[in-house]
């Protein structure tokens, strides 16, 4: 079955950096667009960035944009974000997402905190 496995959140100050992986399985990973989710403590879950299946085009949200990159190792079955400069508003559980057919799945989320 479809799997989704985060890793690589953690505590980090404020601009530094920090690079979160997704680990895929139980689907053919190169030939589906794959999204990253954040969520924050009493807030709703964002999109943060979206690569199609061959790694270009990307997108991203505009409090993102110029600091974060999404990437893709389709040999390797992951996705990452690199993530630079952070804020402290960059706090939240990070989540990757792929909708596979007519399904959407969700991995388990990452951690990131940034705090001094």
């Known amino acids: 079955q479809v799997q989704l496995v985060e890793s690589g959140g953690g505590l980090v100050q404020p601009g530094g950096s920090l690079r979160v992986s997704c680990a895929a399985s139980?689907?053919?990973?190169?030939?589906?667009?794959m999204k990253w989710y954040r969520q924050a403590p009493g807030k709703e879950r964002e999109l943060v960035a979206g690569?199609?299946?061959?790694?270009?085009?990307?997108t991203y949200a505009d409090s993102v944009k110029g600091r974060f990159t999404i990437s893709r190792d389709n040999a390797k079955n992951t996705l990452y974000l690199q993530m630079n400069s952070l804020k402290p508003e960059d706090t939240a559980v990070y989540y990757c997402?792929?909708?596979?057919?007519?399904?959407?799945?969700w991995g388990q989320g990452t951690q990131v905190t940034v705090s001094s």
């Open positions: 997402y792929a909708r596979v057919r007519i399904n959407a799945y």
């Open positions: 139980g689907f053919t990973f190169s030939n589906y667009a």
């Open positions: 690569i199609s299946s061959a790694g270009v085009p990307t």
